[in-house]
């Protein structure tokens, strides 16, 4: 099983990243996915998800700037972030939520 994160980076206030989540080993398609952050001196924040029936959630902190995609003839995850905040700054996650698999991380930093 392998989940690899890519897309981050550094990126100014009110710009625009998308992360993606290349998923291998499983069965992708009916997999409930989400994506979670680890907030600096905060801890674990979840951002965003798809249940196994294929609804969206999103938190608070997100809503209306973030959205979650995936394509499941590529076995990737998507969440595009728009009008991003330094607040946001955090190594973002995928996980496969029903066998509690997680990516490696990647960094993704909002400053000006």
């Known amino acids: 099983v392998q989940l690899v994160e890519s897309g981050g980076g550094l990126v100014q206030p009110g710009g625009s990243l998308r992360l993606s989540c290349a998923a291998s080993?499983?069965?992708?398609?009916?997999?409930?996915m989400s994506w979670a952050r680890r907030l600096p001196g905060v801890g674990l924040e979840w951002v965003s998800g798809?249940?196994?029936?294929?609804?969206?959630y999103y938190a608070v902190s997100v809503k209306d700037r973030f959205t979650i995609s995936r394509d499941n003839a590529k076995n990737t995850l998507y969440l595009q972030m728009n009008k991003l905040k330094p607040e946001d700054t955090a190594v973002y996650y995928c996980?496969?939520?029903?066998?509690?698999?997680w990516g490696q991380g990647i960094q993704v930093t909002v400053s000006s």
């Open positions: 080993g499983f069965t992708f398609s009916s997999s409930a």
């Open positions: 996980r496969a939520d029903e066998y509690d698999y």
């Open positions: 798809f249940t196994s029936d294929g609804n969206t």
